[in-house]
């Protein structure tokens, strides 16, 4: 049975840091590309960052580059996701994603399996 477990939201002041987990089990993790999606109330799901299954390429939005980074760790079946310098338009609830295949993209449609989520509030 393949699972994904988002952790590590929470409130969190504008300028703050938090570290999202993917925690995945059920496959061959080193196989899949991993992304990350958020979703503010009455937005749609937006894509926020990826990783490829092969060489560790990351994309970012324009919205997070330089805020935040993307790595993996195979070893441990786990993605995480530092978010640094936080502002109150990064609040959303925030989900991670799996693909078969080396290439990571940024859209919801290329992804086949997904977690449930992890609530992350910028506020002060």
């Known amino acids: 049975q393949l699972q994904l477990v988002e952790s590590g939201g929470g409130l969190v002041q504008p300028g703050g840091s938090l570290r999202l987990s993917c925690a995945a089990s059920?496959?061959?993790?080193?196989?899949?590309?991993i992304g990350w999606f958020r979703q503010a109330p009455g937005k749609e799901r937006e894509g926020v960052s990826c990783?490829?299954?092969?060489?560790?390429?990351?994309y970012y939005v324009d919205s997070v580059k330089g805020r935040f980074t993307i790595f993996r760790d195979n070893a441990k079946n786990t993605v995480y996701l530092q978010m640094n310098s936080l502002k109150p338009e990064d609040t959303a609830v925030y989900y991670c994603?799996?693909?078969?295949?080396?290439?990571?993209?940024?859209?919801?449609?290329?992804?086949?399996?997904w977690g449930q989520g992890t609530q992350v509030t910028v506020s002060s």
């Open positions: 059920g496959f061959t993790f080193n196989y899949y590309a």
């Open positions: 990783i490829s299954s092969s060489d560790g390429s990351t």
């Open positions: 994603a799996a693909r078969l295949g080396p290439t990571a993209t940024i859209s919801l449609a290329d992804y086949d399996y």
